[in-house]
């Protein structure tokens, strides 16, 4: 079943811009989380933000949470060719004994 | 260190023939076991989970079965492959002590069924 929605689904930008993708879910969860993907590769785990917390930094990325619009983004700042990947928002819904269901994905083209 | 290793990396099969995939997790006891397949350019469909030996969670009936023979090994199997069967299968694991925690994941298997 489809929890999580990321927007927009492909996004291309210059190197030193800053990325920002949203994701859109429709259950009460336990927390939030982004992963990344290279193309070819096994899902990263970039960064993770509970129910109760409203904004979390890690290194160059932002995350926010709006439990209330059922909402997050990532925002990836100063971009680098490097962060080229898929990123994927996941939830982890209350109900216990649920595993963690993904979205289909934002595709981030950043050029040099 | 925790590693989690999933194998074969590519899998070329032909139509009705088996499948065996195997994930192993090291440096952790009672994880949480994930399958999960992705379709060329799709996100991630979960396939099976468990918390346990012996304790599968199926989330999509379909022509796949998953083993957990022993706490760190975790097995996705087929008796006869289908075309749909084709795909990018991850297994991940996560701390089975509670929620909160983010997944690691192996480094996938290239299903191409022919």
């Known amino acids: 079943s489809q929890q999580g929605e990321e927007d927009p689904q492909a996004l291309s930008i210059q190197e030193g811009e800053n990325a920002t993708m949203n994701c859109s879910y429709k259950t009460s969860i336990n927390n939030l989380q982004w992963y990344r993907q290279n193309s070819g590769r096994g899902l990263v785990h970039l960064i993770l933000i509970r129910s109760n917390e409203r904004e979390k930094h890690s290194g160059r990325l932002r995350v926010t949470l709006d439990t209330s619009k059922k909402s997050s983004s990532l925002l990836i700042t100063a971009s680098r060719a490097a962060d080229t990947a898929s990123y994927f928002c996941?939830?982890?819904?209350?109900?216990?004994?649920?595993?963690?269901?993904f979205g289909k994905g934002t595709t981030l083209s950043v050029s040099s | 260190s925790q590693t989690i290793h999933q194998w074969p990396a590519t899998l070329v099969q032909p139509v009705g023939s088996p499948l065996s995939l195997e994930c192993t997790v090291e440096g952790t006891s009672n994880p949480n076991l994930y399958w999960y397949r992705q379709a060329a350019g799709r996100g991630l469909q979960l396939l099976f989970y468990s918390v346990g030996i012996g304790q599968i969670s199926s989330e999509v009936p379909q022509n796949l079965s998953a083993s957990r023979p022993q706490d760190r090994q975790f097995i996705l199997s087929s008796k006869k492959l289908l075309l749909s069967d084709s795909g990018f299968y991850l297994c991940a694991w996560a701390p089975g002590t509670g929620i909160n925690y983010g997944y690691t994941f192996g480094s996938g298997t290239r299903l191409t069924v022919v």
């Open positions: 996941a939830t982890d819904a209350t109900q216990a004994g649920t595993a963690l269901i």
